[in-house]
């Protein structure tokens, strides 16, 4: 099979020579296996490291997993080459199998030297709970989801991909902070062809069996087993209480409240569970990265609306799966909530772990569908998937501008680049798949 870069290795590079381990968690079929196949290639190729010093093991093979669980040390130990200089890369998939990882990990950790050891594990809950309070400031934790656009399109069309990262780079680049965006107003010279790799890629989403799928109905099942077959199983081994009835009518509800503000009451009467018991499933849902929520930015209590969270799927393959729906966006209502989805998705991957992403809503019925943080600012994104011609600037938007004042704001469009002053604040349109 052919094996697809992944913008990951990017962040994982500075911390690849350090003592500390690294755990990369996402949710299963994503590509974690591949992934260590990719950061093998990256320290042979690139780092110049022998390949004799990077061993890659798997807990499914239960034989190698009792015998880490037995003696871990002399299993680490049985790994390293004899008389080496120099370190060692020890790479292991599906840690999650292992019984008091964490406390083993430690042992390693303070006992042998020269060793570098990669997890991998597809349930962040446990990962967190059996790894992290043994490992703090021992181990950094990375986050490898589904294909993004850009990857998606490496994969389907090379001259996209290229034009796509010159111009997504430069967008990233400003989002994180260094530097202003550099905009040529005007309509988007590859907007037609980029919109219709966009909207597959909103209705099929990244996982990379969809991705390197051509045929529809192959894909359709693929999604179903990525359901039943893995994500119920985790969900199944982390909540031994959870029916799959319930679990299966709360992840069907959701996903036809995608963008919207959550009512637990209504969420509650769908699925059977109490509030106790709900928030338990929700919970449980982020873990195993199902969904994930966003919560609505204050600073004036009185005036916003209400405490409760948006709830967005962490791929759209999968949350079309759920409401049975793959027609093209043309042919739904449910069109511009998927694009605020996508969007989601590539925040929460952008600014992982780092920055907090929000909305914004009053009572008076004002919004902003993302505020993000970063570097002690806050910048508003608004998306607006329709043509422009010039810069249009929402009600919603001005009425933040105007309480919040923010340095910058950017409305994504369908095709369009452009840059607007109101008050102090400087607008940047920018297509929304270059982000």
């Known amino acids: 099979y052919m094996i697809y870069p992944r913008d990951l290795i990017k962040s994982i ?63 680490i130990n049985s790994y390293l080459p004899e008389k080496f200089s120099g370190k060692c890369y020890i790479m292991i998939d599906e840690f999650q199998y ?39 400031g021992r181990i950094f934790s990375f986050f490898l989801y589904p294909f993004n656009f850009g990857e998606c399109l490496s994969v389907k069309d090379k001259r996209l991909a290229s034009i796509y990262k010159e111009r997504s780079e430069k967008v990233r680049a400003w989002l994180y902070g260094s530097g202003s965006l550099k905009i040529r107003k005007g309509a988007d010279i590859f907007a037609a062809e980029m919109i219709k790799q966009y909207e597959e890629f909103t209705i099929w989403g990244g996982y990379p069996a969809i991705v390197i799928t051509k045929d529809k109905k192959v894909r359709k099942k693929l999604l179903d087993d990525i359901y039943n077959n893995y994500i119920l199983k985790d969900i199944k081994t982390l909540l031994e209480l959870a029916t799959e009835k319930n679990l299966y009518m709360l992840s069907q509800y959701l996903a036809t409240q995608i963008g919207n503000i959550l009512v637990y009451q209504n969420l509650s009467q769908t699925t059977g569970l109490d509030y106790r018991n709900l928030k338990r499933h929700l919970n449980i849902l982020k873990e195993t990265f199902v969904c994930q929520e966003t919560k609505p930015f204050f600073r004036n209590r009185q005036k916003e609306l209400t405490k409760n969270p948006k709830i967005y799927f962490i791929d759209m393959g999968f949350r079309n799966s759920l409401v049975e729906n793959f027609n093209g966006l043309d042919k739904r209502n449910d069109a511009g909530v998927m694009i605020e989805n996508t969007i989601f998705i590539r925040l929460n991957e952008i600014f992982q772990g780092i920055e907090k992403i929000n909305f914004w809503r009053t009572k008076v019925g004002a919004e902003v569908d993302f505020v993000v943080h970063r570097q002690g600012s806050i910048l ?25 004042k923010p340095e910058t704001a950017v409305v994504l469009t369908k095709n369009f680049w452009g840059q607007k002053k109101v008050n102090k604040t400087v607008i940047y349109f920018v297509p929304i798949y270059y982000l």
């Open 380 to 404: 508003p994104i608004e998306v607006k998937y329709s043509n422009f011609e010039t810069e249009k600037v929402s009600r919603g938007l001005i009425s933040f501008i105007n309480s919040f």
């Open 13 to 75: 590079d500075p911390f690849i020579e350090r003592k500390e381990y690294i755990a990369i968690v996402g949710p299963r079929q994503c590509g974690k296996t591949t992934f260590l196949e990719i950061l093998k290639q990256h320290l042979v190729k690139d780092l110049k490291i022998k390949g004799d010093f990077i061993k890659m093991i798997t807990f499914e093979d239960r034989r190698l997993l009792m015998q880490f669980e037995a003696d871990p040390i002399a299993f």
């Open 98 to 136: 292992a019984v008091n990882g964490g406390q083993k990990l430690k042992l390693i950790y303070d006992t042998v030297k020269n060793v570098k050891i990669i997890i991998t594990g597809s349930s962040s809950l446990e990962i967190k709970a059996k790894v992290g309070k043994y490992m703090v």
